[in-house]
């Protein structure tokens, strides 16, 4: 089966870590660009974080900047977001996604998109 699963949402303090990985099946990772956005209640889905297919295009949103890493494991085909220094504002549902083409996730959409993780940053 073709999918991408997030996984490592949770509830965490302010100021706290986590780390959200992808795990994809039935294709190889690697050879897709790849995206983290996040929708939080009553607000859009916005774009987190996108990196393309051979790691020399790598984007975040100004929000995140310096709090959030993301990165892959060829071997575990698997993608990965680090969200350090976790604010209430980071609250959302987090989404794994994955296309062929990098400016397609760029805008928005993906080929391949995950059921979501929850985070919640609260005190």
């Known amino acids: 089966q073709v999918q991408v699963v997030e996984s490592g949402g949770g509830l965490v303090q302010p100021g706290g870590s986590l780390r959200l990985s992808c795990a994809a099946s039935?294709?190889?990772?690697?050879?897709?660009?790849k995206g983290w956005f996040r929708q939080a209640p009553g607000k859009e889905r916005e774009g987190v974080s996108y990196?393309?297919?051979?790691?020399?295009?790598?984007y975040y949103a100004d929000s995140v900047k310096g709090r959030f890493t993301v990165s892959r494991d060829t071997a575990k085909n698997m993608v990965y977001l680090q969200m350090n220094n976790l604010k209430p504002e980071d609250t959302a549902v987090y989404y794994c996604?994955?296309?062929?083409?990098?400016?397609?996730?760029?805008?928005?959409?993906?080929?391949?998109w995950g059921p979501g993780t929850q985070v919640t940053v609260s005190s």
């Open positions: 996604v994955a296309d062929w083409n990098y400016a397609t996730i760029q805008e928005g959409h993906g080929r391949y």
């Open positions: 039935g294709f190889i990772l690697d050879h897709y660009a």
């Open positions: 990196i393309n297919n051979n790691d020399r295009v790598t």
